[in-house]
């Protein structure tokens, strides 16, 4: 035989054993499709666990959003009191030193 003959034979014979590996099971699926169905449910199961880690990000930011506004009313709320207080106690040292002038007058006249 020729060489090129026995390299012939040679695929021939690995290309009807590559097809005769290639047989559908039960469900009608081959290996290539039974491949594409695990990595379509693999695709799957990772696109979901990644929206369900996104939507827990997303609360958690809302809530820290949420926590964020709470604190800023708190503090204008504690800071407008502050200002009530020192506005009222603003008047009422001015109340003691105009008494203290009138008494320091007073005084004087004596």
Same mark, same amino acid.
């Given at each position: !035989? *020729? /060489?090129?003959?026995? /390299?012939? #034979?040679? %695929? !021939?014979?690995?290309?009807?054993?590559?097809? =005769?590996? #290639?047989?559908?099971? $039960?469900?009608? !699926?081959?290996?290539?499709?039974? @491949? =594409? @169905? *695990?990595?379509?449910?693999?695709?799957? &199961? %990772?696109?979901?666990?990644?929206?369900?880690?996104?939507?827990?990000? +997303? $609360?958690?930011?809302?809530?820290?959003?949420?926590?964020?506004?709470? &604190? =800023?009313?708190?503090?204008?709320?504690? &800071?407008?009191?502050?200002?009530?207080?020192?506005?009222?106690? &603003? $008047?009422?040292?001015?109340?003691?030193? +105009?008494?203290?002038? $009138?008494? /320091?007058?007073?005084?004087?006249?004596?």
């Amino acid at each position: !035989m *020729k /060489i090129t003959s026995l /390299i012939g #034979c040679a %695929v !021939m014979a690995a290309t009807l054993a590559a097809l =005769g590996g #290639c047989h559908k099971d $039960e469900q009608g !699926m081959g290996p290539a499709q039974k @491949a =594409g @169905a *695990k990595l379509d449910q693999a695709g799957d &199961t %990772v696109g979901d666990n990644l929206r369900a880690n996104v939507d827990k990000a +997303e $609360e958690a930011g809302k809530k820290i959003t949420d926590a964020a506004k709470a &604190t =800023g009313d708190k503090i204008n709320e504690a &800071t407008q009191d502050a200002s009530k207080g020192l506005d009222q106690a &603003t $008047e009422n040292v001015g109340k003691k030193v +105009e008494q203290a002038g $009138e008494r /320091i007058q007073e005084a004087a006249r004596k």
